[in-house]
């Protein structure tokens, strides 16, 4: 299964790499159907739709979004805001109107691509990093249908690679009490992070190469982390 950037699945592939779902979805709020047979090999049937949204055809395939349903057609809930007025003014806005840079997993409180925005008082949300994670879950779950054993175990050690790299990532550049530049050497200093870093980044690169070897499928942001290098020091 592969997703675009904000974790909505575009194409199912079978092990030879024949897709068997394709959704290439025109409409901002996911209102076009997908194609659930694009080789002709009969109809496949994948429900997911937007991060944390599941298409139901038995209400004329809106979205159930947990705690609300979303209605694709209008680019809106059907259900008022469970928060009321701390998610805004307009109480049945989906993804604050900006579906190409949002996604809300819980139906409540919308993430930004690329970070996060404070869950309301008293409601629990989702990070931005859980959220890759369980659409990372999904994708080897649904790969294990088609791809052989190994190359399970190599896309499960690749995603895990990610993972450590975008959270050292982070941390590096969102010091912000001057810790790691304050400390000039050791294992909790800026340069031992940016070891640790480059050292993931090498061995994300091997892990690549031997999917690529035995034609195994992976996260294509891996090939973005491999040639991301380190954040420098911040400026104080």
Avoid at 145 to 160: K, L, R, T
């Amino acid at each position: 299964m592969f997703a675009e950037y904000l974790n909505t699945p575009r194409l199912v592939a079978d092990s030879s790499g024949t897709a068997v779902w394709r959704n290439d979805n025109a409409e901002p709020f996911g209102d076009s159907p997908a194609n659930e047979d694009p080789s002709g090999l009969g109809a496949f049937e994948f429900p997911l739709g937007f991060a944390g949204t599941y298409r139901d055809k038995e209400i004329g395939g809106k979205l159930y979004n947990w705690n609300r349903t979303a209605d694709p057609a209008l680019g809106r809930y059907l259900q008022s805001d469970p928060v009321g007025l701390l998610g805004g003014t307009n109480t049945y806005l989906h993804l604050s109107g900006n579906p190409l840079s949002k996604v809300d997993l819980m139906g409540y409180s919308d993430l930004l691509e690329g970070g996060t925005r404070r869950p309301p008082i008293g409601l629990r949300n989702p990070s931005a990093e859980a959220q890759r994670s369980l659409a990372q879950q999904l994708q080897r779950t649904i790969e294990s249908w088609f791809c052989p054993p190994d190359c399970a175990d190599i896309q499960q050690q690749i995603d895990a690679s990610i993972s450590t790299l975008r959270v050292r990532y982070v941390q590096m550049t969102a010091d912000v009490n001057n810790l790691y530049c304050t400390r000039p050497t050791g294992k909790f200093s800026w340069f031992g992070h940016q070891f640790a870093y480059n050292n993931e980044r090498k061995r994300l690169q091997k892990l690549v190469a031997q999917a690529k070897q035995r034609g195994c499928p992976y996260d294509p942001e891996a090939d973005d982390w491999i040639k991301r290098d380190p954040p420098t020091c911040p400026a104080r």
